[in-house]
């Protein structure tokens, strides 16, 4: 078993952005993060990007997202997580 779970999405200009939870129901899961044109999105046009897994493959993570302004410059990408022993 596997898939995706708890998408959160962010719109930042004229593109929207998904973190969600990527499990392949062999590893802990992780973060993964896609994006879309925000006039795809609103057409139902399903033109996403390939995912990219953002969180470390030791890491167990369940909660990201990303903050719509940015901070010192920059966009950030809020994750709790919890280390495997």
């Given at each position: ?74 966009y950030v990408i809020s994750i709790v997580f919890s280390r495997i022993y």
């Amino acid at each position: 078993m596997g898939g995706c779970e708890d998408p959160r999405l962010t719109r930042i200009g004229k593109q929207v952005y998904m973190t969600y939870v990527a499990y392949d129901g062999y590893t802990h899961p992780r973060v993964a993060l896609s994006s879309i044109q925000l006039n795809d999105f609103l057409a139902r046009k399903w033109n996403w990007k390939q995912p990219v897994l953002i969180t470390p493959p030791d890491i167990v993570d369940k909660n990201a997202c990303i903050l719509p302004e940015k901070i010192n410059g920059k966009y950030v990408i809020s994750i709790v997580f919890s280390r495997i022993y």
